[in-house]
């Protein structure tokens, strides 16, 4: 038990060092090894889907079963800690899904798939509904994150994208819960929880800038090399004429 509980909070000191050591890799690698794990099986699966499908599919995949494992550790099981606390790390991961795919909504598709797994797993109080708060957060980055991509992706322009990502979810759970008759208690939680989860939102900037500049330089070193791959072989088919 205590070495469980040791390599839980040593993997809680990677993460956090990763963060102030703008090391992407460490948070990069579990949503790389669960989109080569979903790709090569709807590859397997489904050989005559066009590449990028399979490749966005993939990434859907890949990025729910990283919000998934996040959702499913408990902080402090039972006890009210800072609701809405892991919107620092849940909407990075939204970002990251409209950055890897290729789809106008690849976020949208992350956040509903998101949304009927949690459905499926029995999660949240308000059935069909709940998919609302999942959703919010991928509509949001699809539609914005074009235009904070032009401004350069500063972290101080995706702290503020991270606030908007949080406020959309927590508006979209709040406005369930007023539709479907909260208790009067509930508007008591409202303003602390609200404070939490914007705080959230804002520490996930701090995430989201160096992981969309990480996921850019790779896609990059990608393109490079399939080009450096492809010059010789247009050089040797524009020999063969002058050397005949």
Known sequence: MEEEELSRWDSVKRYVHAVRTADMETIVSPVERAVAAAEE???????????????????????????????MIKTLPGLPFAPGHKNAVLM?????????????????????????????????????????????????VDALHPIVRRTGGSVGVYVAFGVVLS????????????????????????????????????????ISAPLVAAVRAAQGASQHDMGTAAAPAEGGSQQRPDSE
Not at 182 to 197: L, Q
Request: net charge positive; glycine share 16%; aromatic share 8%.
């Open 41 to 71: 099986k709807i590859a397997t699966e489904n050989p005559d889907l066009p590449r990028s499908v399979a490749r966005d599919a993939a990434v859907i995949a890949g990025v729910t079963a990283v919000m998934m494992s996040m959702k």
């Open 167 to 206: 406020a959309g979810r927590f508006a979209a759970d709040v406005g369930v819960a007023v539709l479907l008759g909260a208790p009067k208690a509930f508007y008591a939680y409202i303003g602390s929880a609200g404070v939490t989860h914007l705080i959230a939102g804002g520490l996930s900037g701090f």
């Open 92 to 140: 990075p991961l939204y970002v990251l899904g409209g950055e890897m795919t290729s789809s106008r909504l690849g976020s949208t598709a992350c956040g509903l798939t998101m949304g009927i797994v949690s459905l499926m797993f029995g999660d949240g109080r308000y059935g069909v509904f709940e998919l609302l708060k999942h959703l919010a957060p991928g509509l949001l």
